[in-house]
């Protein structure tokens, strides 16, 4: 099982101080948390893609080739890549060559994003969200696996005789995850290709990510990829520890107060009780985390947003140190527990080649 970091980028206030990083500093304080989360053993450092204020990873591939020259071990990848208002063809290309520069250690997270304007400033239309999602990854997906490629469809120019260069990485795509917070076509999608579904799980109740979750499982099935048990499933989080319950919650409620995202809104309480927010010591985060199996069966990958709100660099830090010194061991090792033997770990570029010469 896979474990790591997600951010969204976003330059907010600090609400205890007043004080804003410059963009400079929150790219920078992202590389440094990238580099950390390798340091602290977890596995995964995954970026959004945004194109509005207050968020600055407007070039995932820009920032992931940065931090692929300056890790070792630590598989990057995306959270999102928007598929709707990024053209395919670039996608293929773009994310062939980071593959190339990072030896492998690439996957995507595709997804439609959350920010309605973003259509137009790409010459799209929101209200064709789905079907750009299905037919631009239906593309993308073709012009990975077919050296040339001719092709039409609705929203974009036709190809002839095309073909996207690099060629991937050992003939083997980056590993593609579908997220979606509230769409079942996009975990429609996800099980028709056989691909990974990501529930971002951090603002919705646990029933609400239970049937999306049991919905992919069920058509992953359906389309003859395995049983509903072994498709692949990664799951976000939203954690704040302390050593002392209280001092986290204490300390964490200014920045939840004024966050961009559920500031304003429902209080601390409500939202931990009713979301997978969790502020506490590392033992509740434990607990709390070991619990999401109980709802969406055994999983391949959990991602937690730590780097948001305002936080500073500094505490974020700290927060890596707990998560990787006193959480995630103790979750590594109780996720094994009783996981059946036909539950397949993670998909990594060296496992998809294997699997690759298997088949061939």
Do not use: C
Request: net charge negative; charged share 20%.
């Amino acid at each position: 099982m896979q474990f790591g970091i997600f951010t969204v980028g976003d330059v907010t206030p600090d609400p205890t101080n007043g004080t804003t990083p410059s963009e400079h500093d929150r790219i920078k304080a992202m590389v440094r948390i990238a580099q950390k989360v390798e340091e602290v053993g977890l596995d995964v450092f995954a970026m959004g893609e945004h194109h509005n204020p207050p968020f600055v990873p407007s070039s995932p591939t820009t920032m992931l080739g940065y931090i692929a020259a300056r890790t070792e071990k630590l598989l990057l990848s995306t959270a999102t890549t928007l598929i709707t208002t990024n053209d395919p063809v670039k996608i293929a290309e773009d994310y062939a060559m980071l593959q190339h520069l990072a030896d492998g250690r690439v996957d995507l997270m595709m997804g439609r994003g959350n920010t309605g304007p973003v259509y137009p400033w790409f010459g799209q239309d929101i209200r064709n969200g789905i079907a750009l999602a299905i037919e631009n990854y239906s593309l993308l997906h073709k012009l990975w696996r077919e050296d040339v490629v001719d092709w039409k469809g609705r929203f974009r120019t036709p190809l002839q005789s095309f073909t996207a260069t690099p060629r991937p990485l050992d003939g083997v795509p980056p590993f593609v995850w579908h997220g979606s917070i509230r769409s079942p076509e996009i975990a429609e999608q996800a099980a028709f290709y056989g691909d990974g579904f990501f529930a971002n799980h951090i603002f919705w109740p646990k029933e609400h990510t239970q049937r999306m979750i049991g919905l992919y499982r069920e058509r992953y099935a359906h389309y003859g990829h395995g049983t509903a048990e072994q498709a692949i499933v990664g799951l976000g989080g939203q954690v704040f520890m302390r050593k002392n319950s209280q001092d986290a919650v204490r300390e964490f409620r200014p920045y939840f107060d004024e966050a961009p995202v559920y500031g304003h809104g429902p209080s601390l309480e409500d939202f931990t009780r009713e979301t997978p927010l969790t502020v506490g010591s590392p033992q509740q985060v434990i607990d709390r985390t070991l619990g999401f199996r109980d709802y969406v069966g055994d999983y391949q990958r959990q991602l937690f947003l730590m780097d948001h709100a305002g936080l500073p660099l500094k505490t974020v830090l700290e927060q890596l140190d707990l998560l990787g010194e006193e959480v995630v061991p103790v979750l590594r090792k109780e996720f094994e527990v009783n996981r059946p033997a036909d539950v397949p770990d993670a998909p990594t570029h060296e496992s998809l080649v294997a699997a690759s010469k298997v088949s061939a």
